[in-house]
């Protein structure tokens, strides 16, 4: 199974509400951790990490060539 890549997650919150986020996507146990890069008048300037229960998003990947290590 897949398991890091790059793709979008689909987060329903508590409240009804759904969140969509892309990045690089990676399953840790029960959690997805989803890293997005920030930028900085068109530069990369950081990165955020984001854990998300993976019981409560959809995982999209984008297709790529996978070979799991």
Not at 15 to 21: L, T
Request: charged share 30%; net charge negative; aromatic share 8%.
């Amino acid at each position: 199974m897949r398991n890091i890549g790059t793709g979008k997650v689909e987060h329903f919150l508590p409240d009804g509400s759904r969140r969509e986020i892309e990045g690089e996507v990676e399953m840790r146990g029960d959690r997805i951790v989803v890293t997005e890069i920030i930028f900085i008048n068109g530069q990369p300037g950081g990165a955020r990490e984001i854990n998300i229960p993976s019981s409560m998003c959809i995982v999209y990947w984008k297709p790529e060539v996978y070979d799991e290590m």
